[in-house]
């Protein structure tokens, strides 16, 4: 069974950029694609964008295009999210999972991140 | 963009009943549609993949079907352990694009 392990909670200052890390268990992520996710408090979950960490594809959903960073540590089983220039309205838990082959469809979650932004 | 639109936003139910939850999806989607369970404090699991195929492990007691704009998820005797909020999402692989519902949260009346 695949587990996904998140780094700790983050609290920064507005401006500031923060990343956060997603380990699949036993080091490796085999073939699939990591997806991470968002959900501010309160709403709706909310797709920030994907990696491909064996060939290295990335694609960012069109709302994080300037805001997100994903990259990938193929020899530790570890993915990355880098967020820049935090604002407030970033406070949320941040999700990483876990889709096989083509379909996008979310089977295995991290148990998520909290990135609280201050002023 | 695709933008999915989910009803009821609430809905509060007795142990027992049937509980069906709708989505509709801006176009067609075709049987690219998920949906899932998320509890309180928790991260969403997912139940239902391609629209009707249901997860592994999984009670039978949840189902759904629909293809191309509209969707039902359904509980069919509904249970304490699922009061949760349900979302469904669609995907478009080309793209890729996700985009979830606004969600549906389950009360037991």
């Known amino acids: 069974q695949v587990h996904l392990e998140q780094s700790g909670a983050e609290v920064k200052k507005s401006g500031a950029s923060v990343t956060v890390s997603c380990r699949a268990s036993g080091g490796t992520f085999s073939s699939y694609t990591v997806n991470w996710v968002r959900q501010a408090p309160g709403q709706g979950p909310e797709w920030i964008g994907r990696i491909i960490p064996l060939v290295g594809t990335v694609n960012y959903a069109r709302k994080f295009q300037d805001k997100v960073t994903l990259t990938a540590d193929k020899s530790t089983g570890t993915a990355y999210l880098e967020l820049s220039s935090l604002r407030l309205e970033d406070t949320a838990i941040y999700y990483c999972?876990?889709?096989?082959?083509?379909?996008?469809?979310?089977?295995?979650w991290g148990p998520g991140t909290l990135v609280t932004v201050s002023s | 963009d695709i933008q999915m639109t989910q009803s009821p936003s609430y809905l509060s139910a007795s142990i027992g009943d049937r509980v069906t939850i709708t989505c509709r999806a801006s176009q067609d989607i075709s049987n690219f549609l998920n949906w899932y369970q998320q509890k309180a404090g928790k991260a969403p699991k997912l139940l239902i993949y391609?629209?009707?195929s249901l997860e592994t492990g999984v009670p039978s007691r949840f189902s759904g079907r629909g293809s191309g704009t509209d969707f039902t998820f359904t509980i069919s005797s509904l249970q304490p352990e699922d009061i949760a909020t349900y979302y469904c999402?669609?995907?478009?692989?080309?793209?890729?694009?996700?985009?979830f519902g606004g969600g549906t949260k389950l009360d037991i009346k």
């Open positions: 391609h629209a009707s």
């Open positions: 999402q669609q995907y478009d692989n080309v793209t890729p694009d996700v985009t």
């Open positions: 999972a876990r889709n096989l082959g083509s379909a996008i469809y979310l089977d295995v």
